[in-house]
């Protein structure tokens, strides 16, 4: 999906260890979402973001998360002192064709695994 | 508040066979419904939508999906299951004004030949 790129794809850390994830969407497009894939549980929407603006992060964990969208840059959702129940698959999505209906044009997504 | 029930994590079909996978929602008003396929480390590809246009729409790849308002459903269907579509299938919903979709939990599509 070159509309939205995210890197990096295969992400391993030990247990208390800071994961990065970076999103990147094609030009033009200042809103993202970050949702969360867990195995079993489909995806949990975590955190809507405008340059420079959280617009909503109702989904994001109280502690330990965090989520930003510079001026210029990739969107960043850092995760810190990681554990093993943050293993899961991070996804980036801009809004897609529809004009605020809520769909969503998707990257392939980040792979963190804890050990 | 939006919230999707999909009937099935796993469904199981024969080559050629009908396949339904079913969505339910809940909204307090008339929201936008959609339908995503996830092949393995990938991510999400829309299939079809509805945003208050025809009840019956069609999507690519063949699937379709009826908005039943009366049983508050969006079910997916295709009338000839293709290897290729063995893949993970998420219904959402987004409420008019909210801007962030409500996903289901998936449904596994397994196909036979």
């Known amino acids: 999906n070159a509309g939205v790129m995210q890197n990096p794809r295969h992400l391993v850390r030990r247990r208390g260890q800071e994961a990065r994830l970076r999103c990147s969407p094609m030009k033009g497009h200042s809103h993202v979402y970050w949702y969360r894939q867990l195995p079993e549980e489909g995806l949990k929407f975590m955190v809507y973001l405008q340059k420079e603006n959280i617009i909503d992060e109702s989904g994001m964990p109280k502690e330990r998360f965090s989520a930003e969208f510079p001026k210029e840059g990739p969107s960043i959702l850092r995760i810190q002192q990681v554990v093993r129940g943050d293993s899961a698959a991070y996804f980036c999505?801009?809004?897609?064709?529809?004009?605020?209906?809520?769909?969503?044009?998707f990257g392939e997504g980040s792979r963190l695994t804890v050990l | 508040a939006q919230s999707v029930t999909q009937l099935g994590s796993h469904v199981s079909v024969s080559e050629g066979a009908l396949v339904l996978l079913r969505c339910n929602y809940s909204?307090?008003?008339?929201?936008?419904l959609f339908w995503y396929v996830q092949y393995p480390n990938q991510g999400l590809q829309l299939l079809l939508k509805?945003?208050?246009?025809?009840?019956l729409v069609k999507g690519i790849n063949g699937f379709e999906a009826e908005f039943k308002k009366s049983e508050t459903s969006f079910h997916l269907t295709k009338p000839s299951a293709h290897m290729s579509d063995a893949a993970e299938y998420f219904c959402a919903v987004s409420e008019r004004g909210s801007y962030i979709p409500t996903f289901g939990r998936g449904t596994s599509l397994i196909v036979h030949p």
């Open positions: 509805y945003t208050s246009a025809a009840t």
């Open positions: 999505a801009i809004p897609g064709t529809g004009a605020n209906t809520g769909e969503l044009f």
């Open positions: 909204s307090s008003v008339p929201p936008y």
